[in-house]
């Protein structure tokens, strides 16, 4: 009896043929709207070594935030500030160890690509400047980007007198998209941003000290079950995955 259950099992095995492991899953990545292009280059650059194709959403910090809070089943959370994932690790959705602080930026004002203007990054000039018609940024109470101009423009005295003329948008990029389409004929955005668009143009540059500096966090959501998002976690803190980003202009951290 025991020779006939031996033959049978091997009978079957061969019939079977070979157990297959399930294919990878592509990991969901919540990532911060300013963040399109170069996180894009960075899941193409993973898949060509052989891993499964990134799943991102792009967005606002502040939404991408509140949509884990809601229990969405993402895997990555990247954002454009500190204050968002601090909000995160607060309640216990990210895992503490993978925290890791690898980007950083600069803020720019913007005009339309055939403008003259160049902005004097001083009081009185910029507030006539600026002041004179709409001024687009994002949000200025939750969206990092609309958050860290606002902080600018306090530092430099003109907040009171501008925010009266603010177009506040959803996030960066529909700011930047307001100036694009000539809806407002400057904006408050990322360097990177504007290095993304060939129809605006840098008018001026925020000195670094008149903001908090401006900083990209990544971690593992701690509801992720996915070891490939680990894995595309560590890729991107690296220095190969850093040198994706700096060529967008992004500052390595």
Known sequence: MRLIIRALVLLLA?????????????????????????????????????????????????????????????????????EWMDALAAKGLIVPVSRVTFLGNRLVVIAPAGSKARIPLKPGPLARLLGAGPLAMADTESVPAGKYGKAALLKLGVWDAMSPHVVRAENVRAALALVERGAAPFGIVYATDAIASTRVRIAGVFPAASHPPIAYPIALLKASTNPEAEAFRRFLVSREGKAIFVRFGFLAR
């Open 14 to 82: 061969v019939f079977a043929g070979p157990v297959r492991a399930a294919p990878a899953q592509p990991p969901l990545v919540l990532a911060a709207a300013s963040l399109q292009e170069s996180m894009t280059a960075a899941a193409d650059a993973w898949s060509r070594k052989g891993h499964p194709r990134p799943v991102i959403s792009f967005a606002a910090s502040s939404a991408l935030a509140r949509q884990v809070e809601g229990g969405a089943g993402a895997d990555l959370f990247v954002s454009a500030d500190e």
